[in-house]
Structure formats: C-alpha cells, structure tokens
C-alpha cells in the first residue's frame, strides 16, 4: 500500500492500533532508586527524600573501567544512530564534488592532525564527516567515536568521549580520574556542532594528545586560538554543474529546460548550498505528485494557478525558503509534528512520542515525510529542523498555540519519564527535547505553566543522574527550582536545593554545595520534614570532613590524617627551644613588676613538667594549644600567689632588687609600701625623706648613667648590699638591711642550677650572675632564686 496516499490523505483508513494512554494522565509507580559511584563516593539517587551520598564502602568499589573491543565500540555506534523513520526511504544522495576535501582530511587524520572544517549551515558537513569516518575506521586503536557538540559543554563532552571507550556502568570518573582515563585514548574523534572555541576549545584539545580531532564547525562559532595546532579547511556550495546534478538524482528523472533555468536562479541564491537543492527536489517531486493526482490537486488548488492540471514552478522566493510550502503539502500528522518541533525550538520528538502528543495513532509516519522533504536533519541519535527551517515556519504563523503544544509535551514527558519501564539512558537520549520542554514552561515574564515545569522537573531529574547525563541534571534541578519559587511550593524547592547540593558535593564544589543544602535544611526544617533533614545534615557533614582537609584515596580506605598546624609560638622574648616552665616564669615576671621576685615553687615546675608531657603525648594542634594555655595560665596563678606572700610577710621591699630589663612602679606605688617614719627606707631609695625621685633610672651604669636594658657581662650595673636582711620568723631574726656597698665580683651560676628547679634548704649559693645586681644575701634556711632575674634574656643566659 502506498505511503504517499495516506499522506495525502486519499485511500482507505488503517485500521487503528491500541490506545494510546493520554497526556498528562500519570500511573502509581515504585520509587526508582540507582546507585552511582563518582570518585570515592558513592550517590543513591532516591526520587522522594533527595538523593544520599557517602564515602563508598570497601565491598562496593567499582572494577576499574575496561576498554571496550571492536565489536562492542560498533554497536555501540549503531545504537548511536537516530532512528530509521518508518515509511518509504528517501533517495540516497552521493557525495559530491567533495573528493578533494575527503582525501586531505583522510591523509591529515593520517598524519595525527586535527582538523577543523568550517561550513555555513546547509553546506553537507555531516554527510562530509560521515563519509571520512568511514576511511578512517581502521587508522586509531581506539577506533572512530562520533560525537555531537550541540548544547554540550567541554566537560561533557570529554565524559562522552570516555565513555565511547570505556566500559563503566554506574560509574562516572571525578575530574582527576577523567583527565588520566582521556589522556591515554587513541581514536579519531569526529566532533559535528562544534559550539565553543579559543581557551576552551584548546583544553579540551590538550585533555586527549593521543587523539587526532576533526571538528566541524559554522563560521559564527569563535575561531581556535592563534597557536592551536589545528589546521583549517573550509567548506563552500556546490558549483553549477554539480547543484543541477544533485536536483537531477533528488527528482529521479531529466529535468526540463524552464526547470534547468530555475534550478540556475536558485543556485545563484543560495550560493549552491546542497540542503536547498535537496529540498528543491522534493518541491518538483510534490509538483509531479499534484499533476497526477487529481483529488490532491483540487485539495492544493489555492496553491496552484489557474492552469487546468499544469501545477507552475515555485517562485524564486519560496524555492529559497521552501519550508512553509513543503510542510502546507504534507499530511496533517507531519505539519502537527512541525508545531511541536517550532514550540520546542527545533528539537523534534521521537517517532515513539508523536502519537501520544499529535492524538493520532499513526503519527509515527510523519518523521519519513519530514525527512524525504529535507526539513529534518539527524543530529546524534535524534532529529531536528534543518537549517532555517525553524525561521522560516515561525514566518508563516506556525508558532501559534505554541503555548499548548508545550503544555502538551511537558505533561507528557512528565508521566513517560516516570514510568517504571523507561530506563535513564532512553531518557538521556530524549533530554534534548524534554529540557527544551521545560524551560518554555518558565519563560520569566509570562505566566506560563510553572506548577507543570515542577512535576516536569521532579520526574526528570533522578533520570538524568541515574543516566550519568549531569549536564541536563543540573539544568533540570535550576529550571525547576525557579518554577518551585514562582509557585510556592517550599517543599519542591528545598528537594531541588538538595539535589543542587548533591550534584555540587559530587563535581567538587564544596561551596556552592554547602549553601544549597544549607537552604535546604532550613527550608525541610521549615516543614518539619524530619527524613529530608536528616539526609540533609548528613550531606552536609560529608561537605564540612571535606573542607576540613584532604581525604583518603578510595584503594586505601584509611582514615584521613590528623591535619597538622603550625606550633604554637611563645610569648616574646622566650626562645622556642625553652621549656613550658620557663615560659611561664617570664609570665609570673609581666605579672609581678614590683617586689623581691619570687621563684617558681616546686609543685609549679612539676606542673609544667607534666603539661610539657602532655603536650608531647597530644596530637592535635588544638589539642595542644589548649594545653600550653592551661600550662601557662596555672604557672602565672601559682607564680603571682607566691609574689603576694613573699611581698605581704616582708615589712619593706628593697628597691635595689629591680632586675635588668624591669621596670619600676610608680611614686604612688612605693609610698603605699614605705614606712615613713623608718629612716632606712630613705636609704634605700637615695633620697633622705625615703622617696624615689620621678624619672631616677632603676640601675646605673658604670659611667653613672642611666640604663634600663641589659648590661653586658662583666660590668656592674649598681650597688650591693652588704649586709642581708632577714623575714620575721628567720634564725637570724628581723635586722634591718645598711647602705649597701659595691662588691667587685660575684660567682658565677654553675650549670646544675636551672631556673625549673630551686635549690635545697640546706644550700645558698650567691644567685647573682655576674653583671647583674645582686639580691640581698640572706641566712640558711631561706628560698632564694637559684636562676636570677626571671626576664627571657636572663632565663637564655641560664639555659645558655
């Protein structure tokens, strides 16, 4: 039975097949779960709470990717391929006039050459790249991978490419792993719809140096970079000659001398571009159909002029832009697939969905009319208006209801992309058309149907992830976040925020993750949506043991080490190399400016013995801070008690005892402490009525002036006392100290006398080292500072 009357609408009817379930009517379906590992984690995709993520167990480790063999890398190509569209095939057309373009392509590729051929639309770049694959099928070990850039980013593209070669099923490689599976693929890779260039176009040809590309690209996609490696060829119309040849095998018969005339017009137009010639063909094969199908010639009447049976030749104008008078010819079916295709920007269904959306069990033939009349054209494994076909419909008012046909499709797509039966790689294939589905449903400034673009996207999303095709995942989950915002609905909202979170988490933008689901968890907290919380807050906490520091390699499976941070640094003027004890003493020293020094007791030293052990034993940089800051903290307390009783069970402080690098308290200050009604204490503060002079230097030097640093060994910085003045309770009793005079040496400390540890009761050795002032000697039986002044450049010196 012939197709082109059905087509026409004459003969009679099929009979019907099954119904067909309408649009938009959905079916309670099991909860769809998938398990994906990326990296070293492991995503469950779960449709109703959010997707899951973790650290992938030991036992669930992928196998590492195997290539794929010569057999498999064919099918897979085959499988690749859009589909045959059912009805009568259209003519086959030759390659024209495009030898000497194959063959320095064929030998380039040869060579290891990348090549980028550059073409207006409409000029046979596919079919050029198609007939160049097929010499080249034997050149790489890798074989030919075809690809397709259109909507595709770099990034996209390299995973494609990956997994042309690579067998890796529920696994998609993190970038680190991407870049070394890539490098070490061999094959000709054959790139139609190029979209981008310059940097971007360079990094994606560095990622694979073993690959030799050739590119096919329209003049207004950037140009490569100055220095890229790829040589340039480019791609015009047909000559004169040729065009006539191709529209002679197009009509399948000798075309007569007013057709060899228009043929010649038009070539001059279009400037032999193949596509317009091809579609001029099926103009002349429509006129022929016309003239021998009375009924059909009556039905195109208002398109025909006045001469009995004798249709006329399309003017110049409409064989250059012959879309509208082509689809006014064809069946209604074809031109109801053509308002779908225009409402979805160019993208055109698949033949499965056409009787579902045009209501017409028969649908499914309009794909073989559209295509024997040139205005499809393949595009991977799919289909869309040809070159120009799109503006040139919208002109002649096939955008209206446009609004409907997507309303139509989204509901549609909506119920298909969740039913059980539809695998993620069937809805990968048709995520071009679905994605340009939603995103008519949110066009911003119109009312649109936002509330369809959520179920849309709820539906969709988990199949993209679960297909591995990320980059319409996230398209998805932000279209439907904003048709979620526009309606109100907080708990969509927050399921897209999480998944946006999950997605981020997984490609390793632990930012953006962390405030997606930072959104999420508020919003699900919001509604007391206790399960999404949770699953929230465990994301969340992955994103926070990522930030923190590097984490361990999958084959490993080891804790991450403890991060190490830089040593706490001591107070100024202490060496690093000091122990805690010493440090603490410089403390109790700030604390205390006034007043005999006191020495550390005892139990202080053995505390800063154990915090030093402490801090060895400890880990962790916070750990240790900690620590040291208890060790000092106790160290000063203790230190400025000892001071205060030492100063309260002595009636008069001795002035004399300031030490180098220490300064003297105020006039205020020493009157609270002098007895003015002792003559000694005017001794003792060079003045006779008992008081020390504003501004007098604490120590003077050996010329007589003043000096408040530290004086250099050997010289003496003051006058000693002569005498030693004994605390109440003392064997020696209470003796009020003389007019110290000068000594002219003092013993040196010996190398056992540290200044964590005092000497015994029983021992009192002269604590003065030379160059310093000296204390008042006192009786046996009394502490003395075994280390002298407790200032850091003494406490050095002792150590020293």
């Known amino acids: 039975m012939d197709n082109d009357s059905f087509a026409d609408g004459a003969g009679p009817a099929r009979p019907p097949r099954d119904a067909v379930m309408p649009a938009g009517q959905s079916a309670p379906a099991p909860v769809r779960t998938a398990k994906v590992v990326t990296g070293d984690l492991l995503l469950t995709v779960n449709p109703v709470d959010g997707s899951e993520i973790e650290p992938c167990p030991p036992g669930q480790q992928p196998p590492r990717p195997a290539r794929r063999t010569a057999a498999d890398r064919a099918d897979r190509t085959r499988a690749a391929q859009p589909p045959v569209p059912p009805g009568p095939a259209a003519p086959p057309l030759p390659l024209l006039e495009r030898d000497e373009e194959r063959e320095r392509l064929v030998r380039l590729l040869g060579q290891g050459r ?117 040589e340039e060829v480019f791609l015009g119309g047909l000559g004169r000659a040729m065009a006539l040849d191709l529209l002679h095998k197009g009509v399948g018969r000798a075309l007569t001398e007013e057709e060899t005339n228009w043929a010649g017009d038009l070539w001059f137009e279009s400037e032999g571009l193949p596509l317009r010639f091809v579609q001029a063909a099926a103009l002349l094969r429509q006129c022929d159909e016309l003239r021998g199908d009375p009924e059909a010639f009556e039905e195109f009447a208002p398109f025909d002029a006045a001469q009995g049976r004798d ?31 225009v409402a979805l920007a160019g993208e055109v269904p698949h ?123 996230e398209r998805t989950l932000r279209v439907g976040s904003e048709a979620a915002r526009i309606v109100g609905e907080v708990a969509e909202e927050a399921y897209f925020h999480h998944e946006l979170g999950i997605l981020a988490l997984c490609t390793g933008n632990l930012d953006r993750a962390r405030a997606e689901l930072e959104a999420s968890i508020g919003m699900r907290g919001a509604l007391a949506d206790k399960s999404g919380t949770v699953s929230g807050r465990r994301a969340l906490a992955l994103v926070e043991d990522r930030s923190a520091g590097p984490t361990p390699k999958p084959e490993t499976l080891t804790p991450a080490p403890t991060r190490t941070e830089d040593p706490v640094s001591p107070p100024r003027g202490v060496p690093a190399a000091l122990p805690l004890s010493l440090s603490a003493a410089a403390v109790t020293a700030k604390l205390s400016r006034s007043g005999a020094e006191p020495e550390p007791p005892p139990e202080a030293a053995k505390e800063s013995k154990a915090a030093g052990r402490r801090l060895a034993v400890l880990g962790g940089a916070r750990r240790n801070l900690v620590a040291a800051g208890a060790g000092v903290v106790l160290a000063a307390v203790l230190g400025t008690v000892v001071t205060l009783g030492a100063t309260s069970d002595q009636e008069n402080v001795p002035t004399d005892n300031v030490r180098n690098g220490q300064q003297t308290e105020d006039d205020s200050f020493e009157e609270d402490w002098d007895d003015p009604q002792d003559p000694a204490a005017g001794e003792e503060s060079g003045t006779p009525d008992g008081k020390k002079p504003s501004g007098t230097p604490s120590s003077t030097g050996p010329s007589g002036t003043a000096s408040t640093g530290p004086s250099s060994p050997g010289t003496s910085t003051g006058p000693r006392p002569s005498t030693s003045s004994s605390r109440p309770g003392s064997p020696s009793g209470s003796t009020r100290p003389t007019k110290p005079t000068p000594t002219k040496s003092s013993p040196k400390p010996t190398k056992s006398q540290t200044p964590s540890s005092s000497p015994s009761p029983s021992q009192s050795p002269d604590p003065t080292p030379s160059g310093s002032e000296s204390p008042p000697e006192e009786p046996p039986g009394t502490e003395t500072s075994a280390g002298g002044p407790s200032g850091p450049e003494s406490a050095s010196a002792s150590v020293l």
């Open 114 to 230: 990348s090549v980028r051929l550059t073409g207006p639309a409409g000029s046979g770049r596919s079919v050029l790249l198609d007939a160049v694959a097929e010499e080249c099928a034997g050149l790489a070990p890798d074989g030919v991978v075809r690809l397709n850039g259109l909507h595709r980013t770099p990034g996209e593209l390299l995973h494609e490419l990956y997994a042309a070669v690579y067998a890796s099923p529920e696994q998609r490689p993190d970038r680190n792993a991407l870049a070394g599976f890539v490098r070490d693929i061999g094959a000709v890779v054959v790139l139609d719809d190029l979209e981008f260039g310059g940097g971007a176009l360079d990094e994606f040809l560095d990622a694979a140096p073993e690959c030799a590309f050739l590119l096919a690209a329209t003049p207004e996609i950037a140009a490569p970079s100055p220095d890229s490696p790829l």
């Open 351 to 473: 033949q499965a969905h056409l009787p579902a959306l045009i209501g017409d069990t028969h649908a499914d033939a309009a794909l073989g009319e559209l295509m024997s009349c040139g205005l499809l054209s393949p595009v991977g494994p799919r289909y869309r208006l040809a070159a120009g076909v799109l503006a040139q419909l919208r002109e002649k008012g096939y955008d209206e209801g446009a609004d409907a046909c997507v309303h139509t499709a989204a509901q549609h797509y909506a119920w298909w992309s969740a039913h059980p039966s539809v695998t993620p790689e069937r809805a990968v294939a048709e995520a071009d058309a679905l994605l340009a589905s939603l995103t008519s449903l949110v066009p911003g400034t119109e009312p649109g149907h936002p509330s369809t673009a959520v179920l849309l996207a709820r539906s969709a999303a988990p199949a993209f992830a679960a297909g591995l095709h990320w980059g319409a995942w």
């Open 311 to 341: 249709v006329p030749l399309p003017t110049l104008g409409e064989g250059a832009a012959p879309a509208p008078l082509l689809a006014s010819r064809l069946s209604e079916s074809a031109r109801g697939a053509l308002r779908f295709a």
